[in-house]
């Protein structure tokens, strides 16, 4: 499907974040004519993407306004978060509803048995849902680590280390014949949070990423802001030698220490139990780290919130906020204003969420 020209991509954002939306609307956010705007809706009208809705009420004596809707089976996409010890699949229509969600575990997390598995799962899922496999768009794929300076080549932690150093979008993209778009699992959840959490409030925020690592994502001004590098977010970069970064494979590890053993990360988060011995110290370190994090971000970029999530469990990350501090001294007995610090807000895995938003994003929204 060809790729949408930037007055389309205004016209199908705002579509989609303003459901029910008039053309005499459209034209005055994007400051098109009424002309121009008319003759876009009824090209993506041709071309399946939005439609209209029943006639809305009219205030005045002119004739009533056709709202505009996605047409939410004009598009399909795939969502992988590669993570240390599974993988978690979805896919997504054009309006951003999961029409299949699944965590699956590969017998080993080397390439071979992942790329098999999601290959395996693509075809039996598009039949559960009766949906053609040749109608998928595309494919997006979060996977926990930094770029380092290649195209899709990115570096994550010990678990993944087949995955290190490799083109990843080339390895997906030829075992299941989509196009496909690859970003961390920081910026894919920011984005998966943008669309269906914190967005819906806040133009600007933090998302910190929980999980085998410690890393997040941003969004500034209602956009994914990735960086230079694509590495915007890797929050564990400001700690210093001598602050613990505060990780779940952290808190597996004091497990351990006080004989709670799991065999993975996703045992333990299947099993939480937030009075656990070994809670209360992983909550004494991450309240230092995660405070000096949370501070820096306020100074540096001043968003409307922080988003705590990831893998990180909601009574974990509710019990961590009251902890939390900003340095933040006052002059003239006035602080700065700082952000509110929250939980993910969006329904489900933000990170496989904004996978499968990465090829939405690329070819048709802003």
């Not at 009824?42 to 505009?68: E, M, V």
Request: glycine residues 10%.
């Amino acid at each position: 499907m060809v790729a949408a020209s930037a007055n389309e991509r205004s016209i199908l954002e705002l579509i989609r974040r303003k459901k029910g939306i008039g053309r005499a609307e459209l034209a005055r956010a994007t400051g098109l004519t009424n002309q121009s705007v008319s003759r876009i809706v009824a090209d993506l009208i041709d071309r399946g993407l939005c439609t209209f809705g029943p006639a809305l009420p009219s205030a005045g004596k002119g004739p009533a306004a056709l709202p505009l809707y996605l047409t939410p089976n004009a598009i399909h996409t795939v969502g992988v978060s590669l993570m240390t010890d599974s993988v978690t699949l979805a896919i997504m229509n054009f309006v951003g509803d999961i029409l299949l969600i699944e965590v699956i575990r590969p017998e080993t997390m080397q390439r071979p048995a992942v790329l098999n598995a999601v290959n395996t799962w693509l075809t039996a899922a598009c039949s559960r849902i009766g949906l053609d496999r040749s109608a998928i768009l595309g494919m997006g794929v979060a996977v926990t680590g930094y770029f380092v300076g290649e195209l899709s080549f990115m570096n994550p932690p010990p678990g993944l280390d087949d995955w290190a150093l490799v083109d990843i979008s080339d390895l997906f993209g030829r075992t299941v014949g989509l196009p496909v778009w690859v970003d961390n699992d920081g910026n894919a959840a920011a984005v998966g949070e943008q669309m269906n959490g914190v967005g819906k409030w806040a133009s600007s925020f933090a998302y910190i990423y929980f999980s085998a690592g410690f890393g997040g994502g941003m969004v500034a001004d209602g956009q994914a802001f990735r960086g230079a590098h694509g590495n915007a977010g890797e929050f564990a970069s400001l700690l210093p030698a001598d602050y613990v970064s505060p990780t779940l494979q952290r808190l597996m590890g004091l497990m351990v220490e006080h004989g709670r053993p799991h065999a993975s990360l996703t045992e333990m988060l299947e099993n939480f139990d937030l009075e656990a011995p070994g809670i209360d110290q992983w909550l004494d370190e991450a309240e230092k780290s995660v405070s000096l994090v949370v501070s820096a971000i306020s100074a540096i970029t001043d968003p409307d919130a922080i988003v705590l999530g990831g893998r990180l469990p909601i009574p974990l990350a509710a019990a961590l906020i009251p902890r939390l501090s900003f340095f933040n001294p006052a002059r003239r007995a006035r602080h700065r204003p700082i952000p509110k610090i929250v939980c993910t807000q969006a329904p489900g895995d933000a990170s496989v969420m904004g996978a499968a938003t990465l090829p939405l994003k690329a070819l048709f929204f802003e």
